[in-house]
């Protein structure tokens, strides 16, 4: 079994940047030798996919983030991590940490993070 812990969450000005940060644990290799993402999801909106890293270091960012935020992961510590720069209040949303059962971002996540509230407002 595998455990996702996200940090980092919190309350942001427009234009403000925050670092979310998601530790993987459990037995055997949690995180290095898979994919690796962020989902979030608004009041009433389905869930989306925000970015995510392969095995391979590659990555994939939804539209509305693009040149705002990065994703990277740190193999050793097994973690990932998404810099959000210029926050905008459309980024408010419940952030998920999420890790594919293979080494790329295909199909659905197997595991999933509890969630760490983003709030972007004046």
């Known amino acids: 079994q595998v455990q996702l812990v996200e940090s980092g969450g919190g309350l942001v000005q427009p234009g403000g940047a925050l670092r979310l940060s998601c530790v993987a644990s459990?037995?055997?290799?949690?995180?290095?030798?898979?994919?690796m993402g962020w989902y979030r999801q608004a009041p009433g909106m389905q869930r989306e996919l925000v970015a995510s890293?392969?095995?391979?270091?590659?990555?994939m960012y939804a539209e509305s983030v693009k040149g705002r935020f990065t994703i990277f992961r740190d193999n050793a510590k097994n973690m990932v991590y998404l810099q959000m720069n210029w926050l905008k209040p459309e980024d408010t949303a419940v952030y998920y940490c999420?890790?594919?059962?293979?080494?790329?971002?295909?199909?659905?996540?197997?595991?999933w993070g509890q969630g760490t509230q983003v709030t972007v407002s004046s």
């Open positions: 459990g037995t055997g290799s949690v995180a290095s030798d898979y994919a």
């Open positions: 999420a890790r594919w059962s293979g080494p790329t971002y295909i199909g659905s996540p197997a595991y």
């Open positions: 890293i392969s095995y391979f270091s590659g990555t």
